[in-house]
């Protein structure tokens, strides 16, 4: 397993921008699959984004695809996630996952987890 410590959190305005980060330490960072999930109230934990140990892969759901970024600097063993034109529906707590191997959409695939950042979008 490796630590996470996510911040950059905060309240925003619809339309708005924010950028996530997330850093690592425990374990070379380059071992691991970076994602975000975020969870809503009274919602299930969904997928966000994911991102491969050299960035060579780079995966979105449908839902932020072309508003949300996904990156990582491995030199300094941090993950970040830049969200564009924010939505109502994107509030949520926000946490940064990490596994070794491939990139997964599920959850249940992750066995490090931050502590979770909340997002809030308002009107």
């Known amino acids: 397993q490796v630590q996470l410590v996510e911040s950059g959190g905060g309240l925003v305005q619809a339309g708005g921008s924010l950028r996530l980060s997330c850093a690592a330490s425990?374990?070379?960072?380059?071992?691991?699959?970076m994602s975000w999930f975020r969870q809503a109230p009274g919602k299930e934990r969904e997928f966000v984004a994911a991102i491969s140990w050299n960035s060579g892969y780079t995966g979105y759901d449908d839902s932020v695809k072309g508003r949300f970024t996904i990156s990582r600097d491995n030199a300094r063993n941090t993950q970040y996630l830049q969200m564009d034109s924010l939505k109502l529906e994107d509030t949520a707590v926000y946490y940064c996952a990490a596994r070794q191997g491939g990139c997964m959409g599920s959850y249940s695939a992750y066995d490090s987890w931050g502590q979770g950042t909340q997002v809030t979008v308002s009107s």
């Open positions: 425990g374990r070379p960072f380059s071992m691991f699959c």
